[in-house]
Nanobody
């Protein structure tokens, strides 16, 4: 069983910062890609940022130069540092991972439960 647990969401004023964390746990052999998606009410879920093993991070155009994704491979954890937050960043943020489980050595995609980020004055 694999679990992704997010933390760090909350209410912040425009221009403020938040840092999201997502820890993957369970019978994990290797994590190839970790990323963050978000979904606002009435909208489709969209990619915010992702990073693969040995690859450069990629970002949605709307968050470039404001958000930074990073990984701690030893802890199976991914972070999203969000600066200069805008009201349009308000959404539920979901952690995503493409990983191989130890038991079957099968590649699968996993999601966390999400954490709410609200940007309002």
């Amino acid at each position: 069983q694999v679990q992704l647990v997010e933390s760090g969401g909350g209410l912040v004023q425009p221009g403020g910062s938040l840092r999201l964390s997502c820890a993957a746990s369970g019978s994990i052999f290797n994590i190839y890609r970790m990323g963050w998606y978000r979904q606002a009410p009435g909208n489709l879920r969209e990619l915010v940022a992702a990073v693969t093993n040995g690859g450069s991070p990629n970002y949605a155009d709307s968050v470039k130069d404001r958000f930074t994704i990073s990984r701690d491979n030893a802890k199976n954890t991914v972070y999203l540092q969000m600066n200069s937050l805008k009201p349009e960043d308000t959404a539920r943020y979901y952690c995503n991972a493409n990983l191989v489980v130890r038991d079957s050595f099968r590649l699968g995609e996993y999601w966390g439960q999400g954490t709410q980020v609200t940007v309002a004055s």
